[in-house]
């Protein structure tokens, strides 16, 4: 079972009368957003961030629509730098923690010096992205989130060796169910 189902925070299906929401796919998160309370902010008709709390912290979410592409993209930046000297345990850990995910992927910003967490869903051909759709693309960012958010911490503030960091994290996590 996935950390965002364990401690009850996976969004929660309430808008089940509506399987399928409108054209644009942003509609369906603003429409979950609302729906569910949480904090969100609409820039524009393209693009929302919402923001999830999770076992560490608040996950910002920003979702992006490209119409011309019919491509949703779900970014959640890490905030602050890494400092000097620990960007190759960063990219180590990254890849332990990519082996482990489903969808979605961890990338390190060099120019930036920042983690970010990236998914994108193909809705070509017209497709329509469903409530339980949705709902699973932003439970497994979080799912995502809540592992490489301390892990990341572990490697760039405490020391420690990425595969250690990682360990240490999922510990606990679990010790938190």
């Known amino acids: ?15 089940k009368a ?4 409108r054209d644009n796919p942003i509609e369906t998160f603003v429409r979950i957003a609302t729906a569910e309370s949480y904090a969100y902010e609409r820039i524009g008709d393209q693009e929302v961030h919402i923001s999830l709390t999770g ?9 992006s629509w490209n119409a011309a592409e019919e491509q949703l993209s ?10 000097g000297g620990r960007s190759d345990s960063i990219c180590r850990l990254l890849s332990l923690l990519n082996e482990r995910l489903t969808a979605g ?7 930036n010096s920042a983690l970010v967490y990236r998914h994108a869903v193909s809705l070509r051909g017209g497709a329509k992205i469903s409530v339980d ?9 979080l799912d995502a989130a809540e592992r490489g958010y301390p892990a990341a911490q572990y490697v760039i503030w405490a020391g420690k060796s990425p595969e ?3 360990a240490e994290a999922l510990v606990d996590i679990a010790s938190h169910s």
């Open 1 to 15: 079972m996935a950390y965002a189902d364990d401690r009850c925070i996976r969004p929660m299906p309430s808008l």
């Open 133 to 141: 759709q949705a709902l699973d693309v932003m439970s497994q960012a």
């Open 55 to 63: 076992l560490w912290c608040d996950h910002d979410l920003s979702l």
């Open 74 to 83: 779900l970014f959640i930046l890490f905030y602050g730098k890494v400092p």
């Open 105 to 111: 992927h961890f990338d390190f910003w060099q120019r």
């Open 164 to 166: 250690d960091a990682l």
């Open 18 to 21: 509506s399987s399928v929401v």
